[in-house]
T-cell receptor, first 112, second 114 residues
Framework: EAQVTQNPRYLITVTGKKLTVTCSQN?????MSWYRQDPGLGLRQIYY???????DKGDVPEGYKVSRKEKRNFPLILESPSPNQTSLYFC???????????FGPGTRLTVL | AQSVTQLDSQVPVFEEAPVELRCNYSSSVSVYLFWYVQYPNQGLQLLLK??????LVKGINGFEAEFNKSQTSFHLRKPSVHISDTAEYFC????????????FGKGTRLHILP
């Protein structure tokens, strides 16, 4: 089954404790992206990747890092999480451009 | 720069009634247009997209949208809604000269009333 998986689905952590949210897709897609969803703000793009070793900033990249060492994986790293990063995070993938994205189920992150 | 405006944050509609969810965009270049749906506690799913050609686009679950270039709009319609259509709907655009970018609207929550 074609899918995008994210782990963990739920995470509660404390300020400053480094964390990684994993994202994996099994469709051999070139394009992958991370979004955060906040009430009243819709989805905002954090980072995206056009292919292995190619990443670029989205609209809200501050406080986040990504890497794309393999085509199927695109982890999101929060080196020093802060409460304003409490949000619902989605990973997505698509063939070369974001013209038909497949979304993961989401990761709900709470930073205390 | 591009922007997307979804004029209604919430739309209540009775079951079996028609619905229109409005989306307007701003862009100095031509764009590709999308509607995504997010059912409760799920990720987003592509409903339909406009890339080129016919301005009337049909999607899944009986939805359709019409691209109106002069009004810079891409409104989503369904002639008869069901309880199962309860969800949040997002309009999105990608500029044709930067097809690595996508900008989402803030979403419209569709409430189906019995």
């Amino acid at each position: 089954e074609a899918q995008v998986t994210q782990n963990p689905r739920y995470l509660i952590t404390v300020t400053g404790k480094k964390l990684t949210v994993t994202c994996s897709q099994n469709m051999n897609h070139e394009y992958m992206s991370w979004y955060r969803q906040d009430p009243g703000l819709g989805l905002r793009q954090i980072y995206y990747s056009m292919n292995v070793e190619v990443t670029d900033k989205g609209d809200v990249p501050e406080g986040y890092k990504v890497s794309r060492k393999e085509k199927r994986n695109f982890p999101l790293i929060l080196e020093s999480p802060s409460p304003n990063q409490t949000s619902l995070y989605f990973c997505a993938s698509s063939p070369p451009t974001p013209l038909a994205q497949y979304f993961g189920p989401g990761t709900r992150l709470t930073v205390l | 720069a591009q922007s997307v405006t979804q004029l209604d944050s919430q739309v209540p509609v009775f079951e079996e009634a028609p619905v229109e969810l409005r989306c307007n965009y701003s862009s100095s270049v031509s764009v590709y247009l999308f509607w995504y749906v997010q059912y409760p506690n799920q990720g987003l799913q592509l409903l339909l997209k406009y890339l080129s050609g016919s301005t009337l686009v049909k999607g899944i679950n009986g939805f359709e949208a019409e691209f109106n270039k002069s009004q810079t709009s891409f409104h989503l319609r369904k002639p008869s809604v069901h309880i199962s259509d309860t969800a949040e709907y997002f309009c999105a655009v990608t500029p044709s000269n930067r097809d690595d970018k996508i900008i989402f609207g803030k979403g419209t929550r569709l409430h189906i009333l019995p």
